[in-house]
């Protein structure tokens, strides 16, 4: 089973609502990642967590929080987000973090009004 | 740091057609990736092929890695190829090019 899951699909929430944004997969993967991908425009990389511990933050701000509760599971949590947040957000795991294949999620579509 | 660059940016195929892409990237390559975005945004591992060839019913990809370049064939186009490719390579996190719009006609 290659699948990575995200829940939700879309969300729609104002400047000042607080949400997340969860991911899970079991393929026993020890790395996950959260991209951004902005219309027209490639996935950038927000966080890679390595081993249940954040090993890379690509300068992103405070109101962006991630969590890894577990080696199955990743979360993101959002607050006083702005219109240009935006984007769809995609969840991506793989074996060991270094050069192996990354599985991406289906994705969650971010509307900030 | 890592500079991937894929072309054609567009292309637009009548069903049944045969195609390449093309993707360059600027540094030795550890993991490179092709994968195709529907339109519903689900990004789909293609190939994982730092070197060499591989092939996949219809796709076929090839990475020459001394020269630096990763093609993507398709054949026998279907609309549902209709899509954007993307190439990716990995140097401490995996950097994609621009991609390419596919779009298959009927």
Same mark, same amino acid.
């Given at each position: 089973d290659t699948e990575v899951t995200q829940t939700p699909k879309h969300l729609v929430m104002g400047m000042t609502n607080k949400k997340s944004l969860k991911c899970e997969q079991h393929m026993g993967h020890r790395a996950m990642y959260w991209y951004k991908q902005k219309a027209k425009k490639p996935p950038e990389l927000m966080f890679v967590y390595s081993y249940e511990k $954040?090993?890379?933050?690509? %300068?992103?701000?405070?109101r962006f929080s991630p969590e890894c509760p577990n080696s199955s599971l990743l979360n993101l949590h959002l607050h006083? $987000?702005?219109?240009?947040? %935006?984007a769809l957000y995609l969840c991506a795991s793989s074996q060991d973090g270094r050069t192996d294949t990354q599985y991406f999620g289906p994705g969650t579509r971010l509307t900030v009004l | 740091g890592i500079q991937v660059e894929q072309s054609p940016p567009d292309l637009i195929l009548q069903e049944g057609a045969n195609s390449t892409l093309r993707c360059n990237f600027s540094d030795s390559v550890n993991n490179l990736q092709w994968f195709h975005q529907n339109p519903w945004g689900q990004l789909i591992n293609l190939f994982y092929i730092p070197s060499g060839t591989k092939q996949n019913g219809r796709l076929s990809a090839t990475t020459v890695a001394t020269e630096r370049y990763s093609l993507l064939y398709i054949s026998s186009s279907q609309t549902t190829d209709s899509g954007v490719y993307f190439c990716a390579q990995y140097g401490n996190k995996l950097v994609f090019g621009a991609g390419t719009i596919l779009r298959v006609k009927s």
């Open positions: $954040l090993s890379i933050n690509e %300068s992103v701000p405070s006083a $987000l702005q219109p240009e947040d %935006s | -």
